[in-house]
Structures are given as C-alpha cells and as structure tokens.
C-alpha cells in the first residue's frame, strides 16, 4: 500500500505552508539520526544563527544544494537562520561579459562606479533572488534583501577607498526589519551591498556584514562557511584542527604567526561580534557537505568554535 | 579533544531549560534520519497530537522509555503533545495489596467507593506523578493533571453505573486550562479521573478521554496506543494490516465482523473524534519501541490510520 | 413571589462559570458586612495571598468547609489565592491499612522509599483531589498540582536526609505554570511533594514550599493556618495575643524564649519570605471558623501578623 | 492594640490607588452580609452596569451618600458602573438667581438660549463635577463626562422643539471613550448633556441618555433611580409591587392602564434598552438607602425588574 | 465637472470619523505649503505637544478660530495635542451677572467659595464644553475634562490660600486618563480646575497645569498662548525677539532684569517643565493668527523658544 | 538669526529617523496648501494606497524626484503606501550592452532565458535598489522586495508563454511579509518579477501585479502612473478628460470604442481591482510634476477615477 501521508504534504495550514521537495535531500549522506540531534535541536530552538555563506559552497551546485537543506531544516526545527552572502564567481563573470577590465592595485581589485553597478546588479538581483527560490523551493519562505533596504546596513567608505573605490565600512546598523521575519520564522537573504547616507551603493565584505549582524541581533551563533578546515594547530598537518578555542588562545595563535594570512580577518570579525555579545562564532568547512548541520546539531562538530 | 557542546548544554535560558538525559535514547534503534523525517515535522509544526497511552507499552519499562524520548523528541521539534494515560496493572497491585476483593460482574470490574478512592490515588498519586518525573527527567516540561483539575473533564454517571458503580462518562470537556501549558511547549499529562458536579470521582475510560480531549482542543491527530498491530483485514493474518482507512470503510469492517471485541470501542471513539473535527486518528502498536516516532515522523507509519 | 434572580445565577458567561452553591455558606457564623470589607478588598483586589493549610482546619470537616468558603470568597472579589496544603492525618491511616510500620529517630519520622510512594498517593491522588473537587463545587475553579508539575518545585536532599529518608528541602522554584492560572483567576492548589533532578520524589514542609512560593510569586500576603492563636506575649496568657510585630521584634521574641517550640520553624520561614520581598506574612488561629475572612478582611485580625 | 492595617490602607498600588473613607459608610444600615451577596458579585463581576441617577436620591444629601457608597462598592467588587445623571433641582435655583423667567408651554418649560447655558453649566460643571468629587473621595476613581465630550451623543431638536427650545433627541450614540475608562475600573460620570452636528448644546433627558449608552455598550443591566416604589399591580396598593415582569407583561399594563402617566416614559426606555440587547432593566426605588446594592447584590431586589 | 470627493468625505471608517469643516479654514492667511511643512511634521509626528491657551487667543473669535483650526490640523498629521485653558473674560462677566462682588486683596482677587463654584461652573461647564464643540466640528475629537476627574490633578491649598482662598497649587499629577485618549488621536481638553483630597474645588494657574502635564506627559513641547511677541533683547524693541534661549540664558536675563514682571511666572514655569525632561518650551505670540502652526511647522517660530 | 530646528531635525527617535532631505523638495511648484490638503490627509490616514510607477514620470529625472518627494510626503503624513514598479528603458540599454537581440513576435517581446536573466537583474539589482536608495535619502524608509522574496507573488506561464517565453501571470498573491512593513511606516518597493513552484522567474506586467497585490492588501486606492492625460471622452480633445466613471459607464466607453488601445488593459486591471474589493481607482498623468500628491490631496485630481 502507497504511503498515506505523501498525497496531504501540501496540506500545511500553519506556518510552513511549503512542503518540503523531496528530492532536495537526496544525497544528504551525513545521516544525523533525530534522536542524537534532539539536545542540540533543544539547546538552539529560537535562538538566531547568523550563517555567512560564500566560497566554495557557493561554486558548487550540490554544495549549495547541501547549504540550502541545512538551512531549511534549521529553520524548520525552530532555529532563526540569518543568511549572509557575497557575490562568488558571478561577478567576474558578469564583468567579463561587460567586457568591464579588472583593475588591481596591490592585489586588491578597485571597485569604479561601473564594477560597482555590476556587483549590485549580480549581488541583489541575481545571486540573492536565485538563493530566495532554492530555499523557497526546498519549502521554507525566505525574503531577499541587501543592506540598502530598510536601512539595514548603512556604509561609509572605507579608509583606502580612495584607491579601491566603492568599497565601504559598515557605519550602523539597524535590524528593526529583520526581527519580523524571523520571528515569524522566515529566512531574511541579505546580499552584503549597502548605500551611504547619500544613497550611493557600496561593496561591503560579506564576512565583516555577518559579524556586524550577528552583533546587532545579539545572535546565539555566528558560522562563517569557508574554503578551509578550520584553524589548524600546525598549517602542515590537516590533523591539527582545533575544535574549540577561545578569544585569549586565538590572539596568541595570531601573535605565534599560527593564525595568518586570510584567516586573520575571518578571527578579527569573530573577535569582534563575541566582544559585542554573540555567545559562540565558528569557522567552518565549507566544502563538507552539510557542514552546517554537523556544526550545529552534533558535537563534533565541522570546524574550529571560538568562544569569548 | 572533547566534545565541546556537552558542558554547554544544561544551559539553554529559552524555552527548554532543561538538557535531554542522553542516556534516554541508548536505545534508540529506529534510528530515524533527521532529513527524512523533515517533512514530517513541517506537516505537524504546532500541531496539537492527543496521544492515548496505555497497554503493553506502559508496563514494559524499555517499552515505557521509548515512549517517554518519543513524546519528548516530538515537543522538542515544535509539536503539541497532549498525552492521557489510564492505570495499567498498578492498580490491581494496589488493590491487592488493601485486600479490596475485586468484584465482578458479567466479567466487568465494579467499582464501588472504596475501589474508587485506590483507583484516584494510583492514577494521580503515583502513576500520572511517575509520567511527569520521567519526562520532566527527561528534558521537557510536564504537567500532570486529572479532568477534575480546572473542570477538564466533568462526568456523569455511565448507564451501567448503578451495577458498575463509579464508572463514569464524559458529560463535559472545558480544555481552558490546557491551551496555555501547550502554547508554552509544556505536556500536559492527564489521568482518566473526572468528578461529577457534586465532586464525587468517577474513573473514566481513558481512550474516551483522550477522544473528547481531541475533539476539544480541535487536534491535528489522535494516537491511541494498543496491544495489537493495528486493524487487520484478516484477522489471521498479521502481514494484513490495514494502512489507511476512512469512516466508511472502517464501518463496512465492523458490519462484516472483520472489525470485533475490544477494537470496537476503540476504533468508536476514533469516529466520534473525527465526527468532531479532529483531522486523522490512529490505532498503532504500543508493543513496538518508538512506535509513536514511526506513526507520526515516517510514511510508514505503526499501525491503522482512520481518516474522516 | 420567588427569588429573581435565583434560576439565573448559573448563567455567568464571563469567568465566573459555575454558581456558588449556597449552601456551602450556611454555617458562615461571621457574617462580615460587605461594607465593612470593602477596604480590604480594595487594598487586596489583584494580589497574590499564598495560604499554607494544614492542622486543625484540616482535620476537621466544618472548619474544611469554612477554609474552602474563604477561599472562594476571596477568589471571587478579586484576590489571587495559591493553596498550599500538607497531607494531615490521612497519611498515617493509610500506612496503617498497609501495615507500614512507623519508623522513628529521635521523634521524627523515617520517609523510606515504601512510606514516600504513600505520602504522594495520599497528598496528591486524594487530599489535592478532594480539596479541588471542593472549592470547584463551591463555585471556583481550582486546579491541582503537585511541586513535581512544571519543576515547580525542585527538591534536594535535606542535610538530614541520610537518617530520615526522603525528607526534602527546596532547591528551586519555577513559578512558570502558577502565574497563567492566577490570571485567569483560577487556584491552584499545591501539594507539598517536589521531585530531584532525578526524579526522585521527596516530601517537602508544607509550610517552607508555602513560603518559597510566596517570594517566588512575590506575594502581598503569606498566612500560615496553625492550631494555635498566633504568638502569645505570655504563653501561660491567651490574652496576650502579640497582634502585629515586625522581624527584629519576634526575633528578640526568640532570643528571649517567648518563641519556641514549633513556632520557630513557622516564624522563621515567614521571616525568610519577607526577606525575599513579601510584604506580609500572618500566623493565624485555624481553629477558628473563617479565620482567613477575619485576617484579609478585618482591621482585627486573626493572629499575629509579621512585617518586615 | 490600634487596627493593623488601618495606616496601611492608603498604600494601594494596584488599581485601587486611594483608600475607602470610612465615614462614608458609617450610615450602612442594610447590613448586607458578605457571603450573602457573594453568588450576585459572581454574578455581575466585570458586566456594565449603567445607572441613571437623579429624583429624590439626588435632593437629600444622605441619600446621595448612600448612592456614591454603592456605586464605589460595587465597582471595587468589580461591575463596571456607568453613572449618569441630570440636574436635579440645581438648575431651578440658579436660574433663579439669574432672574431667568422660567417660561412653561402646557406645563412644560421651554428651554430658550440663556436656560440652556445655565443647564450645562449647572449639570456640567457643577453637578457633574461633585459627584466625581464625591466618589473620588470615597476611594473610587470617576471621571465626570458629558454627551459633548468625544461625541459620546449627538443631539438633534425633539420633534416639538420648534416649541421648547433646546430639547433634544439622541441621534447617535459613540461609546468610543467609554470603554477604556470601564476597562480600567473608572467610572464614567455622565451629565445629559449633549450637542448637534453644529456644536449647539441640547438638553436630554437622562432616563433616555442612560437608555441608550445602555444599548450601545451592551449593558448587563440598566437600574433608573426613580421616586417610586417600583411598578404596583394596583396604584393604591404600595404592598402590590411587581418585581419582576417581561416586555409583554408591562406592556398589558399600559393598556390596562395600572402603568400610567410619569412611569409611561421611564417604562418605554426600559423596553427600548431591552429591545437593543440590554439584559435586564429595574426601576428601582431611590428613597430607599442603598437600593441599588438591593436590587444588585439580593435577590429581593429595591423595585421592578423589567426583562426581555 | 464638480469636485470627485467631496461628496465622500463624510466617510472616514477609520480614526477620523467626521470630516473637517471646510469653512473652519477660510482665513487661513498663513498658506504654510506643505512640502515646507514636512520636516516639522516628521519631527513631531507621535509626539506630545501641551498647548496653554488663553488670553487674547481666547478673546477674539477670530483668533479662537485660528487656534482650534490649528491644533485640529496639527492632530491630523498625527502630533498628540494636550489642550489646557484657563478661564479668560467670562468669569468676570459671570460673576457680575450674579452679583458677586470682587475682593481684591493687594491687587490679587480673593477666590471665595461662592467665586469658585462660579469659576469652576464657567470653566468647566460652559468654557471647556465650548471648546470640545468647536474642536469637534471642526474634524477632530475632544474630550473635555478637568483637573478633577481621573485625579488628573490633585490640588492644595497654596501657600498665600488663608488669604487669597481657593487658589492652590499642584499636590500631584496621575495623566492615567490622559493616555488612552492621546494614543487614540482624541484632543483633552482641560479646564485648569482641581480638587484636594477632600473634594473641595481649587482654581490653579493655567500655564502651571499645563506645564506640570508636560512633565507628567513626558511630553516634547509646552507651548504657551501669550499676549506678549515672546522674550524681547529689549523691552522697548519689538525687533529684539529673542527667539531661541536656553535656561541658563534666561535666568541671567531675569537677573539683568531684562526678563520681569507677569513674564517671570511664565519662564519660570518652562524651567520647571525643562528640569522635569519636556524636551522644548516656548513662550508664543497668542496675537497672530496661526502662530501655533508657525511656531511647530517653520522654522522661524512664533515666539521664544526656551531649551533645557 | 538662524534657524532654530535646522540642527535639531536630525534627531527622531520615534519612528521617522531621518530629516527629509530639504533640497527634495525644492522644485515643489504645486504649492499645496496645508490647510487645504488637511481633509484629504484625515480621509486617507492610515489607508493602503498602492501605486504603480512606470513610463514618463519614470524615464525623466525631475519627474521621478517629484514622485519619490510625493510618497515620502504622503507616508509622512500617514498614509500607507506601497510602490510597484517596472523597468522602463534601463533594460533595454543593458540588454543592448550585453549584446543580446530583441526578438519580436506580433510586436510583442520574446522574453527567453537570458532575456529574462537581465530583466530580473536591471528590475530588482538596480532600479529597485536604485528607488529604495531615493526614498531612503528623502527620509523615508524603503524595503526592496519583488514577487519571489516571502512568495509575495506566484507566477504561472502567461497563456502564450510558449511563444512569448518567461512572461507570466500571477497564481496566487501572499501579502503577509508587507504588513508588517507599512504597519511600520515602512514604504514596501516592489519589482514585478516573480517565480513559479519551481523559482523560475517570470517577467510580470506592473499594473497587474499593482493591481492584485491592492486587492489581496484590501487597498483603498490603486493609482497608475501612465503616460495619458486619463481617460477622454473624446480622444482627439485633450480638454474632454473624465474626473470620474464607475465601472458600468468605463465598460460602456470600451463598447463605443472610447477607450481603446493600451488603456484597456490598464482600466481592466482597475475593473479587476475595483470587484476584488478596492475602493477607487486612478489612471493619472505621470507627467504632470507631482500628479500623485494632486491626485490625492486636491478635489481636483490628476486624471480619471474609477469607482466600482
């Protein structure tokens, strides 16, 4: 006899009005049995996690795919899911189309009126809209939004902008939009691109928009997906991962050159939103799948945990 | 290095105080996936489930166990458990231990007062306590209570009362005092006593009460666990139970004996609930562990459902 | 001609559901003049009055009857009463029907794990049912709970528990499932049996749990029904009823041997609830018929009223 | 030992802000007994009670005493008292001393434009603002109001006011400012006074104005405060009260002729409120001290109760 | 083709239930535009704005037209208005038609109790009911009150009473009654007239009242209606207005002697409020039409603006 | 001396954080009177007016500043406005800078995939961030949404999507994520694109989703922005403009041929909103400066409205 529930999935009168795609979950070969999830379901329920994702996870297609279950049975179980995301490739690829040339100083790419037109274009108007529908599809509600709306983040240039261009600081925060969605356990996107108080949009580094987020909402969590394992006792061994350190240990890493190069400002940004009152950050493996879930709902864990 | 939530985790300051005694799920075979059972939890999500417990399943302690991590589990993702109980063989035990020679008549127990005064005292004293502490241990919140508390359940005197003695039916369910514990994520446990409006006690069939309470609470679901698979097509054949089934059909069983004894009153009741609203019933298997995981998490399900 | 209003006074829509049955109030010998009551009323209308019920007034059926009268009059002018009662002398007759053997050290009783499982039956299944059963009669609506329900209370082992058994103090309250019901104007009445972290249930002082849950609730009034008049100035000297004192006063009543005895214990713990922020705590005479009316409801009151 | 409370009693937080005074009630020779009335308070707790004042009860100053006592009483027990009035022999007095000539048409006076200044300055600004005076000072909060005030009525010319001057109709009735005042436990002080679309003041006749803030808030009961003993079977016969009476009955009187002449109008008021969904209507008598808690919290009643 | 709403604008379901009277504005000679008007009302949107009027404003009918069209603008575009007034002309006139000889007292009238009840039937009864019905036919709704009802103030004799009478000053302020009017877009209207605790009636100083519910109010703004342009550099200088001060400043020029006379009270009474956090008060030119809308809606004010 | 509020109107802590930017409104040439504009604020306070914005007032500079000055001013002032919008040329000019071929079938646009990748990406990536960034600077606060964020709007395949591509219809409208923001004073901007189940992204026609989105909001008014004059009775006379039709006569000028071309879809999509419940409908001139604020601040009007 066919299953008895399948044909009323649809039927969801109270608050997921979505059922969930099936398929969505088809490669989800992590497993988590329910029962070994339940103390971490318990222990996070209504608490808000703001999740910054980008890289790899977002190169991927069955990465994303991955991210955008995770996210969606989070937020099924009673979690407030902050989504934060960049650009990835897209913007390259657009500026290439545009025939728009690159411009590097140091190494660092200058963000001209005309690049800056492109990122928010692709930013807010593709990649966000594209992440809205794939949770949308999976059967949450999630709403898309950049720093502009609602005033949400308002930029001011940042120190070496006068080189870069429209690369901005976060000057303020203000969250009042964000709280009724979550409460009312939709999923707030937010493509990290911002206006200053004379409107003009600005590039802001998705990481540090997460972190200031995080903050404002006095969030339980801060989860940076990145390209790498975590923070490792040795950079050689693979098998130095450290699981949990906390602000003191972390600076040390820092001083000892342990912790160098671009992890720096991924562990200032953590830094800086436990100072502010996020109780944990972590820094994760991005190119796990379901990392999100392993870090969330397991003890184990999928990167390293920085604690204040 | 570990674990890094473990020490963490009696700390939640919102909604669940206290952590889920891990030691609860050793014996959790079903081993439901987290992902599969997904859809599942966004169907029920702030559903209220009325789950009638009773049978094998409350003298078995690995049975009882399982049921208690079952109901915790399901209010800890977000659903609304009422759960009834009646007494189980602690009453006779007692009984016996009083010299209260039992009494029969055409093969049913009179409960005459003094029957009446060990029936309350076991029910609400001990048995309904020992449910709260199990699941109050167990990491989420019960509250015990009797149809007498609140006026929940009011009783009348049954037809047969004059030879049965204080045996009683339902003459009114007010669930005001219900609503706001299960709004609160609390479990309202309810032993199958109610006084009548003289304040006489009457002990109530607990399947009815768990029925009426359904219909009150205008539930999603109304579990009654058993000792016997469920409803068979051929009551010789075990590999024939009946999946999923409607009023009419159900009907049709009885009619044509397929459908006998003691499963009469309890698959009435199942109609007289659906009569009133609520929106499927279920007749499961209380001698499987974590049947209740199965019957509401898994298309499968652990027995009969009968829809309206 | 008949009454007017008399076939109507079943009909309260509004909170008020059930009639007060009239003759509940026959032997009401005070007869306090609505007029004269009023102030009280006005100065007590929405406060939380915490009263501990116990001895004499337990024991006998009239001054029970007067106790369940007050109690409801009070409710129904507006007054939010939280009952607190102890078990009485219905816990010795039941060890005797089970032949257990009382156990005594040093004058107290030993609660063996086989004397605890009686306590609770008696105090929660019967002495919590039967005085529900009564004030609902009475036209109120009383809801019956236990320290077990919703962790309201947490016990721990008394230092003195390794000789006489499960004999508890209070860890913790958690007042979480009192407040809805004093909103709705309902009373909730508690039996003194709180369970551990364990779920190991402990007979707790039903004067202590009276007291805690008056801070916990940060109550108007505490008021303790004893078998005496209240503190004497003279113990030889009924007529010298101390009517109104303050905690630097009755301590030095202590220092100077006025106070002693069992007085101690209920003088200290009305000394700890001020501590914690009640702003009166009353020892009254529960011999006396309608002795709570005269304590809120009169300037004379009916014993000896402590203030911080 | 001095009263114990008695210097506490003007430190009422909550709600009741200001103490009884006591002499208020020194006269109170109906001696209700508290438990005696305690079904009626049951009863009426948190239902509108609107009461038209005026007559004899406003000439003698103990009765007026009486009134504020009653009506202080019965909003501390909890009835919302809607309170309204007219001028009473007031207003002859000060157009007296303005040398208005008082000028009568068939016996009815006319009020022209300088009579209808010194009625609301009379009603409104004098009487109104005594009576609030007075229950202030009796410990209950009123607020003085009249129909001008938030378009609680709006007037328009009686159809024989090309005749009588400023005498007006109720064309509209907004209880918009009414309901917070009750909700609060305040009470509304209603001079009938009222003005037309234009601003032009209109004199209105309490019963009426009582009547129809009765409908439009859905009154529990409206009570007109009259000279008479109620409606008599037989005029001569002051022993032949009719205590009770349905629309048809009273409505058989008129044509009988037994309701004849003042008692026509007050009678046509009462059917109208009856009509618009007011459960119960009296005329009561208002030379009788505290006839309103007789007729509210007795079954005897002070008069005629008129229902649907 | 005739205007498309006019016909319709008699029907506003929501909040503003009559349409304003268009004639009300035919003298609007200002012409404030309302694109300039938008920052100020921005600024002051759902804030509290305490209005003194009386004086010349109160005078001339046409400038009494000017003040109530304002304020009734200014409760449309969403301020909070408090209107508070004193009792202008008609006392004396009122006094005079009844023969009431005034007393004088170096300079300062004897207030009487026959004068009082006067003045409180004249401010209250005909005054403040004259206001509330321009205000309402005009479009917005008051709600008249004094000092009295509500125990909005409670007064005392002043200190100079045993000579000047029932003068007194201000015990205390409750603005309980206030509040729900305020939020419901309704305009208090309120006669300086309070009783003591005793009931016996005092006049109290008009701009005293006012400021006094400024500072119970929390409010943004108390604007005083004078007969004077505002605070002048020089008294002989018309072109001298000072038109922004702060408090130090202003108690220097008393101290020079440049601020004195009937204007000390006024500026001492914007002090009291500045101290007690009403965030600006300002000193205004009662004598030209529309300087409310001038002072709160441009920039270049109406008068003196004194800041704490 | 200067201006006193100058500095200070930075400083809104209630609900309008930020000054209007002066220089908006400079080239404000209707002059609206305050005073003359204040009926139709109290009529439309606190109602949904949805516009929809497109062609002229979208292309020319001066005239978008007028309409962003307009909505500003009316959400400022209470109204509650939500703001749809198209593309107008921008698409086209991206579409020509990346090269790709309009494609025409009957003089209707294919949109095919990549077509419809840069119409979502100029729609929502920056005419929408580019308006919300306006209104934000202006000192209003602006949301960016489109159809897909919140399952605003569900498009399904238009009827000749199999030749026309990626142009959809609109399934189903879910309104729940705007409430809140106007509820707020937030002004929601929308961009007509939307997903089907699958997130595919349909181009929607803005009147129409302007005109569902006014229905499923329960709008007062739905006003669309458009290149006419309004509706002419005669065509070839601009002088022939009609204020007002109902739906009956708008209907009967289809039939003469009255109106014909591109005005029929846009008044049926008025008809449509107008039988779903909306109370009037505007066709106004988009290139008239500041229509919006004459269409619903003067009698006069700026084109044609239809009533139902």
Chains 1, 2, 3, 4, 5, 6 share one sequence.
Not at 47 to 52: D, S, Y
Not at 128 to 136: D, E, P
């Amino acid at each position: 006899m066919a299953g008895r529930y399948i044909s009323d999935l649809g039927q969801h009168e109270h608050m997921w009005t979505h059922p969930v795609n099936f398929s969505t979950f088809d490669e989800f070969e992590t497993g988590i049995i329910l029962s070994e999830a339940l103390p971490f379901i318990q222990k996070f329920r209504g608490k808000t996690i703001v999740v910054k994702y980008g890289g790899a996870a977002m190169k991927s297609e069955a990465l994303q795919a991955s991210v955008i279950a995770d996210i969606v049975l989070l937020a099924c179980v009673g979690l407030r899911i902050v989504f934060v995301h960049g650009g990835g490739p897209e913007i390259n690829q657009w500026l290439g189309r545009l025939n728009i040339q690159p411009n590097f100083l140091n190494g660092l790419r200058v963000t001209d009126a005309s690049t800056m037109e492109i990122v928010s274009m692709v930013l807010v108007g593709k990649v966000n809209k594209h992440l809205v529908a794939l949770i949308n599809k999976a059967g949450a509600t999630a709403v898309g939004l950049s720093g502009i709306d609602g005033r949400l983040l308002i930029a001011r240039p940042s120190p070496n902008s006068s080189q870069l261009g429209f690369v901005g600081d976060i000057a303020s925060v203000d969250p009042t939009i964000i709280r009724p969605l979550i409460d009312n356990n939709h999923i707030p996107v937010i493509a990290s691109v911002a206006a200053d108080l004379n409107g003009q949009p600005y590039n802001i580094n998705a990481d540090t928009a997460a972190g200031e987020l995080a903050a404002a909402l006095g969030a339980e969590k801060l989860i940076l997906l990145t390209d790498v394992a975590g923070i490792l006792e040795n950079r050689e061994d693979p098998g130095s991962l450290v699981k949990q350190i906390d602000i003191k240990g972390v600076k040390k890493m820092i001083e000892d050159g342990k912790v160098a190069g671009g992890m720096i400002p991924k562990v200032s940004c953590c830094i800086r939103s436990l100072a502010q009152g996020v109780r944990t950050t972590s820094i994760i493996d991005g190119r796990l799948k379901h990392s999100l879930l392993l870090e969330i709902l397991t003890d184990e864990g999928a990167g390293t945990m920085i604690t204040g």
